[in-house]
């Protein structure tokens, strides 16, 4: 009991993974409980066996399907465009004092603009397309992310980039040599964490402009008072960004073998 | 050349130069070196009127309580940190900023995470382009000279300290710099581990002869390894007097419990302790 209290005492991985699991299995069984023995409405809390009958239902009749698809295609090419940009805009900041200062302070300060606010300009000028989302989800991850990498690329030691610069690197090339291949790990988790940011989005997106897509689903039910549809756009929205986030982790350990502290 | 580079250097006195830095032999030569920084409390005098000099082939230690400025220095041959005033020279000319003919081991770790052994090692070499073929054979070399052969596709995350430290200074010898700096390299290594590399550094530097700054704080480690000992002081840095060590060419550990070696180290002792 001493020893659970002990600040930072390690827990075998088993027993990480059991308690993990345990809270899962409470918040359904609790979720079922409340629901059937009708302490909550079934309408405004249908039972976790009815959403998750919707849900196969639906993943049969393909009607979700084609949500979630179109839902990934907006996530990846506003994120895609995002980063692409922010990247090498990231690691310039990162690099030279004098960028920073070109890069930085509007990326700080747009960042604190609410994307959602964007919403009514972004549909005045491209109207609810599939570029309106697009751009809605670029707002929203490109000048968090422009600054992270910024950051990321700070964190690469002088020393790493000083011992270069004796071997003869100079410039792009200790660029290219050191400070990318150094930084790659926490650029990697940067833009994992982006793309948690874009899921965001992307429903805010779809709830107010689209008529399509997993955002939409939701709104749509909520029109009919649907809620076990409502529960599960939410629940599969959830599962798609742990399902990413997992698979991202998977790939990182992959190509970064190397990566110390783990 | 040497006249059109003082011309540049404006502002600064040169004030003569020693007759022995006419020599042909002098590698490293600094003149009233001054290295100032200004902050809004005041200006903080780190260096000044620093003079200095190494031969080529030579074997300094620079030695001085910490804060006086001996990392500076070595930066500042480096080519990584520049001087306010004075002059500093290697080879006659001006230092204007890194290159690969003054190779750097550092006091922490520096490996590139992402390359195996081998890959740390041929870096420099793969930077000259310099065919496979060839770059193998030095990496081979390297590689037995540190004892690490069977370490050649190992990450850096799987080696220890000591090993790490082994393979940064051989990647630095690898480039065949004309000057291997070295900044306090074997400071985080336990007792046991440190004279090994003082043992292999030497072996090492009795073959290539390259010319060696090693800046350290242990005394020990410095009259063990130095043909010539620079004494620092702090408060401004600069050099207070130069030891010449008179041991056998030829270092073993045994050397450090003879009365020689007792001797020199109980001189800079005095020294640094004013």
């Known amino acids: 009991m001493k020893k659970l209290f002990s600040i930072r005492h390690p827990i075998p991985s088993k027993a990480y993974a059991c308690l993990a699991v345990f809270v899962f299995v409470f918040l359904v069984l609790t979720w079922y409980f409340v629901s059937s023995m009708g302490i909550v409405k079934e309408l405004f809390m249908p039972s976790p066996v009815k959403v998750v009958r919707y849900i196969a239902a639906e993943l049969v009749s393909g009607g979700m399907l084609s949500d979630m698809w179109i839902s990934i295609y907006r996530i990846m090419m506003g994120f895609l465009l995002a980063a692409v940009l922010a990247i090498p805009l990231g690691i310039l900041a990162g690099s030279f004092p004098w960028m920073e200062a070109l890069i930085a302070p509007v990326c700080e300060f747009v960042r604190y603009m609410p994307v959602p606010a964007f919403v009514p300009l972004v549909m005045i000028w491209s109207g609810i397309g599939e570029a309106a989302k697009i751009i809605i989800i670029f707002l929203g991850t490109f000048f968090q992310m422009v600054l992270m990498i910024a950051d990321d690329a700070r964190s690469v030691s002088d020393d790493l980039l000083a011992s270069s610069y004796t071997l003869g690197a100079r410039g792009s090339v200790a660029i290219r040599t050191v400070l990318i291949p150094a930084m790659l790990p926490r650029m990697m988790d940067t833009v994992r964490m982006m793309i948690g940011w874009a899921w965001t989005y992307l429903v805010v997106a779809e709830l107010i402009a689209a008529d399509s897509g997993l955002g939409y689903s939701i709104l749509k039910a909520q029109r009919y008072v649907k809620t076990e549809a409502i529960f599960a756009g939410i629940l599969v929205i959830g599962l798609l960004g742990l399902i990413t986030d997992r698979i991202l982790v998977l790939i990182n350990k992959k190509l970064f073998p190397w990566a110390e502290g783990e | ?274």
């Open chain 2, 1 to 274: 050349m040497f006249f059109k580079r003082r011309e540049k250097n404006n502002g600064c006195s040169t004030a003569g130069r020693p007759i022995s830095a006419q020599l042909a032999n002098v590698k490293i030569w600094g003149h009233q070196i001054e290295k100032v920084y200004s902050s809004k409390k005041g200006e903080y005098h780190a260096l000044e009127g620093l003079d200095f000099e190494v031969l080529d082939n030579d074997f300094v230690c620079i030695v001085g309580p910490s804060g006086c400025g001996k990392s500076t220095l070595l930066r500042m041959i480096a080519g990584l940190d520049f001087p306010t005033g004075g002059v500093l020279m290697i080879d006659n000319r001006e230092i204007t900023g890194p290159g690969a003919d003054r190779g750097m081991v550092f006091q922490t770790y520096t490996l590139f995470p992402w390359m195996t052994v081998a890959e740390n090692i041929g870096y420099g070499l793969r930077l000259k382009r310099m065919k496979k073929e060839e770059s193998e054979k030095i990496i081979q070399k390297y590689l037995k000279a540190i004892g690490l052969e069977k370490f050649r596709d190992a990450y850096p995350k799987e080696l220890s300290g000591g090993m790490k430290q082994r393979v940064a200074i051989a990647r630095a010898l690898a480039n065949s710099p004309e000057v291997l700096l070295m900044d306090e390299p074997f400071g985080a290594l336990d007792p046991q581990t440190k004279s090994q590399m003082q043992l292999l550094l030497r072996e090492i530097w009795q073959v290539e002869k390259p010319t060696v700054i090693f800046v350290t704080h242990d005394i020990d480690e410095a009259v063990f390894l130095a043909n010539k000992i620079c004494i620092m002081s702090a408060n401004p840095g600069k050099i207070i007097k130069e030891q010449p060590v008179h041991l056998p060419y030829e270092r073993i550990l045994e050397l450090k419990d003879t009365p020689e070696f007792f001797e020199l180290r109980k001189k800079v002792n005095a020294c640094i302790k004013g």
